[in-house]
């Protein structure tokens, strides 16, 4: 059925840029929108970004903003995160995550990139 891959994680030196990927295949036509989360060990998953592809508006957690952009193509159901300016702090499993019936709880989750921050 529905499947999402993340790719382009990895260890970057802190001041530094990843890109991160998400495939989604098997979506239906009433996916409204996809975005990313991140989880450090023993912490509660957060929101990082996400994109409406209704309009293509998108929303940004306040600590990435001004560093990270999500962009997408709906057509290909790919989400990308350009991440600058890394921190330490950002260091954390990102997930990709697709809308079901309006709800992230609800959704689709890829497997998790792991992206490393060294100070």
């Known amino acids: 059925q529905v499947q999402l891959v993340e790719s382009g994680g990895g260890l970057v030196q802190a001041g530094g840029s990843l890109r991160l990927s998400c495939a989604a295949s098997?979506?239906?036509?009433?996916?409204?929108?996809m975005g990313w989360f991140l989880q450090a060990p023993g912490k509660e998953r957060e929101f990082v970004a996400a994109i409406r592809w209704s309009g293509g508006v998108t929303s940004y957690a306040e600590s990435v903003k001004g560093r990270f952009r999500l962009s997408g193509d709906n057509g290909k159901n790919t989400v990308y995160l350009q991440m600058n300016s890394l921190k330490p702090e950002d260091t954390a499993i990102y997930y990709c995550a697709a809308v079901r019936d309006g709800s992230w709880q609800r959704g689709y989750w890829g497997q998790g990139t792991q992206v490393t921050v060294s100070s």
């Open positions: 098997g979506l239906s036509f009433s996916n409204d929108a």
